[in-house]
C-alpha cells in the first residue's frame, strides 16, 4: 500500500522555503491558492489532503512522487486468522445466568 511521508515532505518544503527565502507570511503572499495554515501543516509534517499536498509539491518545486513510500502488506489467509490468540471465555463476577 502506498503511503506519502509527510515528516519527510516537511523537512523538505522547509528546506526549500528556506532555500528560496520565504518565511510563511512570504509564501502565502507568493502563493495566493495556499493559505497559513496550510503552510504551517506541510512545514511541520501533519497530514494534508491530496490536492493540497500536490498542490504545495507544484508551488515549491517538488516532486510528490519523490516522498511517497510501499509499504509490505500484510497477507491475511484462513490460516492466519486461525493462528491468532483468542482470549478464553470466563464467567462475569457479577453472576447470574444471563451473564455467561
Same mark, same amino acid.
Given at each position: 500500500m502506498? #503511503?506519502?511521508d509527510?515528516?519527510?515532505?516537511?523537512? $523538505?518544503? @522547509?528546506?526549500?522555503?528556506?532555500?528560496? &527565502?520565504?518565511? !510563511?507570511?512570504?509564501?502565502e503572499?507568493?502563493?495566493? #491558492?495556499?493559505?497559513?495554515?496550510?503552510?504551517s501543516? $506541510?512545514? @511541520?509534517?501533519?497530514?494534508?489532503?491530496? &490536492?493540497?499536498? !500536490?498542490?504545495?509539491?507544484?508551488?515549491?518545486?517538488?516532486?510528490?512522487?519523490?516522498?511517497?513510500?510501499?509499504?509490505?502488506?500484510?497477507?491475511?489467509?484462513?490460516?492466519?486468522?486461525?493462528?491468532?490468540?483468542v482470549?478464553?471465555?470466563?464467567?462475569?463476577?457479577?453472576?447470574?445466568?444471563?451473564?455467561?
Amino acid at each position: 500500500m502506498a #503511503e506519502i511521508d509527510f515528516h519527510r515532505f516537511g523537512d $523538505a518544503f @522547509a528546506d526549500r522555503l528556506n532555500g528560496i &527565502g520565504y518565511s !510563511l507570511s512570504q509564501a502565502e503572499q507568493k502563493w495566493p #491558492e495556499t493559505d497559513r495554515a496550510m503552510l504551517s501543516r $506541510a512545514r @511541520a509534517g501533519k497530514t494534508l489532503s491530496a &490536492g493540497n499536498y !500536490l498542490l504545495l509539491c507544484e508551488m515549491a518545486g517538488l516532486d510528490p512522487y519523490a516522498f511517497m513510500t510501499r509499504a509490505k502488506r500484510c497477507r491475511v489467509t484462513r490460516k492466519s486468522i486461525l493462528e491468532q490468540a483468542v482470549t478464553r471465555g470466563v464467567a462475569r463476577e457479577t453472576g447470574g445466568d444471563l451473564d455467561r
